[in-house]
Every structure is written in structure tokens, then in C-alpha cells.
């Protein structure tokens, strides 16, 4: 895996222009709406991370709304929701599939469970892979696997 910093981006634009990558993930909060448009028009699919609580709910509602928008440029556009900070051993994870549900996306049956070393792993150029953490690891592998079968089956 290879990261490419922001800062080494000039244009989005730059990124259809990677020749040697099968996948690439352009991980970016959804309050640089401006930048968004630009990332869908170049995207197979869309991720939307979704933690259970009020923010979420709306930032979900608004890019879900970007989504649809982008379908009109991008037809081939897809989307589907991630469960973050999930908590085990509670109904937590059900009660984030059932809030989601209203918006007919797919919700990925890996979730992405609340853990420290995700925000230790975010300074390292190995993001996850550098804490030696399997759990978290196979968390994120499977959501990876999730996502990969996804855009092959479209």
C-alpha cells in the first residue's frame, strides 16, 4: 500500500491519472464539500462512514445528497455506508443499520469498531499496519475485501 499525501496533489484531476494502482481511497471529511463533486465525477464508488449519534446523522443526510447529485455526471457511481466506532457486545451496530436503512444504500456487514490505535495509526505512513493491532487490522482488511467485491460485482 502506498499513501499519497494531499499536499502532493495539485488537482484532483492528478489522481485519473494514476496508471499503476488498481484501487485508490481518497479518504476526506465530508466538510470539504467543495472538493467533493470533483472526487465523485472520478469514483466507482462512494464509502460513507456512519458513527450512530446526531452529527452523524445529518453530515450522513448531506452526503447522501452529494451521492444522488453525483449519480447525474457519474451514472456507474456507487455508494455504501461503513459502521464506525462500532461497540461490541451491544445493540449499538443494530441500531446504526436500522437509522440507515431509510436511505436504501448497502451497509457493509464489516464494521470498523471503536478502538485507539485507528487515531494512534493516522501520523504513520503504515496507517493501520503500524500498530501491530490483528483485530483492527482484520477489521479494516475486511472492509477493504467488502469494498473490492462491491466495485467487482458492478
Known sequence: MNLIPRA???????????????????????????????????SDIVVIPFRAAAFDILALNATVGL???????NGALR????????IHSTGFNKDARLAVKEYGLPVLSSVMKMRV????SLDTDKAIYSTENPKAISEIEAIGNEIINLVDVG
Request: charged share 25%.
Open 79 to 86: 455508494a455504501c455506508i461503513v459502521l464506525t466506532q462500532g
Open 8 to 42: 502532493n496533489i495539485d488537482s484532483w484531476q492528478d489522481i485519473a491519472g494514476i496508471e499503476d494502482a488498481d484501487v485508490i481511497i481518497i479518504d476526506t471529511p465530508p466538510y470539504l464539500a467543495s472538493d467533493l463533486p470533483a472526487i465523485f465525477a472520478l
Open 117 to 120: 490505535d485507528y487515531a494512534r
Open 67 to 73: 451521492v444522488e447529485s453525483a449519480k447525474k455526471e
